[in-house]
């Protein structure tokens, strides 16, 4: 049998691995055990621990040989990609983030996963000349494109908003993948709120900051623990001044897998009150714990995690007013703090996200388009 020759832009996998890269990388771990489909990595560099296990899983990685970190070398990049790609003749050619500036050409089909639509849905957060770059980006990727995967129906509908002509190409949904538990922790409740995430004005850490302040004026006093890398300086200024000011708030910055599953299997209740989410993958890990989870009331997780989530409601209106129904919320599960998750449900929408069941969904799609 063929196999189908698959070339891949592996960069962000290449040295600090990015969530699009750990996305990439449980599929790659599945697919790359089909033996149907032979993978070549195109990186920039090849310096982490995923990309030399891939190397020592039998797969070629070719390298260009230094960072791409802005703008201006991703075009000389993505020249050096359009050379190599000259020289594998792959059958297809996927690219993981999105979008592709130049044009490839080549007789290979190319398949691009689209993660949000964030940078038109909510310049603010990524500013608005980027937002421009990738209207125009994408529209050209788009003309090229003859296969998409989607990580969300509602990334998928922001898209066709955005970009009627997405609707012609054949698609796939393509979730993040939810790997089982490697080690079973002993569940307890330590008495604390937690946030993990990155530290960014998007995920509502300002909100939260400023809820658990007015929580404490209602009078709670569960503490509060942070845990994630500060992406925006001016969240991290807030971080400490309202550590200075409000009693019960521990900041951890960013913590490895094993310490982030303890704060998971130690918390009281998951808070996460982002503005604008893709996915939320934090939410369905802290769900394999059975731990209650506040989220703002966003379409996403209706389509993701459903009625198994207690939601800051409402979440329409101002900032001032999520502050307030946000602390409002954190009081009200302070009274009613014992009721219990509805297990079945949770364990339902975990399974959902299993490598197995999403890596057939892939591998059958680019058999039905490519093979």
Known sequence: MKKIRIAADARNLGSRPSGVGMY???????LGKDERFEFILLTD????EYMKECRRAGMEVRAFGSAVNVSSSVFKYFRWIRRELADVKPDLFWEVNSLIPVRLGGSFRTMITIHDMFPLEYPQYVGHVYGLYFRLAMRRTLKDTDMILY??????KSTYHFFPEAQKIPSADSYIIAHPLRVKRKITDQNYFLYVGNMELRKGVDILLQAYRLYRKYGGTRPLVLAGKIQEEPIGQMIRQTQQEVPGITYKNYVPHEEKHALYAGCSCFVFPSRAEGFGMPVIEVMKFYKPVLVSDLPIYNEIEGPGVLRISPWEGSDEDRIRNLARSLAGFDADADR??????YDEVISRYSPEKL?????????????
């Not at 990439?24 to 771990?29: A, S």
């Not at 890596?359 to 093979?371: L, P, R, S, Y």
């Open 24 to 30: 990439f990388y449980d599929f790659l771990k599945i």
């Open 359 to 371: 890596g057939k969904t892939v591998a059958d799609f680019i058999v039905e388009n490519v093979g």
């Open 45 to 48: 560099v090849q310096t982490s």
């Open 151 to 156: 990580n969300s129906e509602q990334t998928r």
């Open 340 to 345: 219990p998750v509805n297990r079945e449900q």
